[in-house]
């Protein structure tokens, strides 16, 4: 029974869900709007910044980030600081509005930009995710803002920097630079906290901490030597490349901000190899000594992740390779074992039937003509042929005694039916006490016997062959040696090669790395008219074998 103060609560209870996304929206609008009017402030406090043009607009950063990860629904937020950080600066209200409504729609068409032809992934662990921001997001996207905002001061005859073009050129490099530093800062900071860890903690505090003496050496002024040559500032890099690569996109986003916060400072101070020429050259150096450090380790850093990935999804491509051939030659003993029991069952024993109707009909051949009587001789000679072929067949594809009596004996038994077949003397070493082993490997030590004669007698031409087995300290050895002609010379090094051989030496070699073990196969071939032939040495586990031994 629903009452009337169990239904209030329900419907509260909706009510508050559905709430929820409004209290999440208004809480990241509050974030959105916190962090970009900070680093607005920080973008007009640089030195550097004439008529609200700053060459460095980390703001441009924030608001693109935020777009990425929290969708265009935070337009609101970043409109507002934009508008109040220029509001409170001195341009009017008109300027600021308008350099609001450029700033904005920058972040918002680099957003776009992003997810529409790029495909974007905040995380940056794809090579095109991180040219995506470095062409769309620092290259093109900042030209909205550029161009709306300069035009505005222009109307409202606000004068930036000498001229319309370079106050566009420093407004575009300033939110490029935004994009490039800040962006990944934001979008793989939390990736950098979780990877650093133990020895690797230690290894970025170093990276930091030579990075930041290195720098402040460049632009330190009497902190530092103060360098005069341009080129001096990239003594800096190889310090990039270090966080590229063991750091990837996270390593370098902070190692970029670094670079910048310590440049800028230095270079406002009048210290370091940007201080040279007039103002706007000195900026112009700057924005692209920051560019071409930032973007260099953030392409570097993509390539190595892409190699990364592209190794990791080969070995995980391998692994699954060789897991679906371990459960074909699974599939293929337990169908062989099949066979061989219906052959055996249930073919044999018609046959069987069939020979023992036949046999009482002989002595009555006399009774019946003799056209009937030879058909009855020949038929009963043809079923105890076909009787005993099956029983070939089914020795060879899975010998019943290696099931019930083991290796030993299922061996010695088919060896005696190849020399049979194919007049070759075969000799067999193994140890009178070898015992049980598991049914896997006595399976593939079997296969490989039937597969090692097959090739004797099918290409080396020896007249005899020689098998020995052993046992010791938990791995089992079988070797088997021939004195044919041996292999050629120039196939040789594709059949010691992982991949190489026939289908035959491949399914040895795979049956053999499915129970941990290995394959060696060496052969002298003829030397001074003497046959060497061929051996072949598989060593596999004991121990790794997880089956149940046969008792």
């Known amino acids: 029974m629903v009452t009337e103060a169990s239904l209030s609560a329900l419907v509260w209870m909706d009510a508050s869900r559905r709430e929820l996304p409004r209290l999440q929206l208004l809480l990241r609008l509050l974030l959105v709007f916190a962090f970009y009017l900070t680093a607005g402030k920080l973008g007009l406090s640089v030195p550097f910044t004439s008529g609200n ?27 507002l600081a934009a508008f109040l950080v220029n509001f409170f600066s001195p341009v009017s209200a008109t300027a600021s509005l308008g ?27 794809r090579m095109r995710d991180v040219l995506g921001l470095v062409i769309l997001a620092a290259v093109a996207s900042p030209i909205v803002a550029a161009s709306i905002g300069v035009t505005t001061l222009l109307l409202t005859h606000v004068h930036a920097w000498s001229d319309f073009s370079s106050a566009w050129r420093v407004w575009w490099l300033g939110d490029a630079m935004g994009v490039l530093i800040v962006t990944p800062l934001l979008l793989t900071g939390r990736e950098l906290v979780s990877s650093v860890r133990g020895s690797r903690l230690t290894e970025f505090v170093l990276l930091g901490a ?85 973007m260099t380790g953030l392409i570097l850093a993509g390539v190595i992740e892409e190699r990364e990935r592209a190794i990791t999804e080969r070995k995980r491509a391998e692994e699954s390779l060789r897991e679906l051939s371990g459960r074909l030659l699974q599939m293929e003993d337990e169908e062989r074992r099949r066979i061989a029991r219906e052959l055996h069952d249930s073919a044999g024993q018609i046959l069987a039937a069939l020979s023992m109707n036949l046999t009482p009909l002989e002595p009555e051949a006399n009774k019946i003509s003799p056209s009937a ?17 099956l029983r070939t067949i089914s020795h060879l594809l899975h010998p019943p005694l290696l099931d019930e009596v083991g290796l030993s004996s299922g061996l010695r038994l088919y060896l005696e039916g190849f020399a049979e077949r194919s007049k070759i003397s075969i000799d067999l070493d193994i140890p009178d006490d070898f015992g049980r082993l ?33 046992r010791s300290n938990g791995e089992v050895c079988l070797q088997v040696e021939d004195l044919g002609k041996g292999i050629p010379p120039e196939k040789r090094s594709a059949i010691n090669s992982a991949g190489g051989g026939g289908v035959g030496i491949r399914g040895m070699r795979e049956r053999i790395r499915q129970l941990g073990g290995n394959l060696e196969i060496s052969s002298n071939g003829n030397k001074n008219g003497k046959k060497k032939g061929t051996t072949i040495v598989a060593r596999l586990p004991v121990a790794s074998i997880s089956s149940t031994v046969v008792a």
């Open 53 to 79: 043009v700053s060459p460095i607009w980390p703001a441009s950063g924030v608001a693109l980030a935020s777009v990425l990860v929290w969708g265009y629904e935070v337009w609101p937020a970043i409109a």
């Open 99 to 125: 350099i609001a409504l450029g700033n904005t729609s920058s972040a918002l068409f680099g957003g776009y930009l992003l997810r529409r032809f790029a495909g974007f992934q905040p995380s940056l662990a």
């Open 210 to 294: 030579g990075l930041s003496a290195t720098c402040a050496a460049i632009f330190g002024g009497r902190t530092g030597f103060g360098v005069q040559d341009d080129v001096l500032a990239f003594v800096a890099f190889p310090f990039v490349i270090w966080a590229a690569i063991r750091f990837r996109v996270a390593g370098v986003a902070m190692a970029s901000f670094l670079i910048a916060v310590i440049a800028v400072w230095g270079t406002a101070q009048g210290n370091g190899p940007f201080v040279k020429h007039d103002p706007l050259g000195n900026v112009a150096l700057l924005q692209l000594f920051i560019a071409v450090t930032s």
């Open 373 to 389: 009587a030879r058909a009855i001789t020949e038929s009963l000679g043809l079923v105890n042929e076909l009787s005993k072929e």
């Open 438 to 470: 598991s049914r896997d490997l006595e399976t593939a030590i079997f296969r490989i016997v039937q597969e090692c004669l097959t090739n004797i007698h099918r290409h080396s031409g020896s007249p005899v062959g020689k098998i020995r087995i052993s």
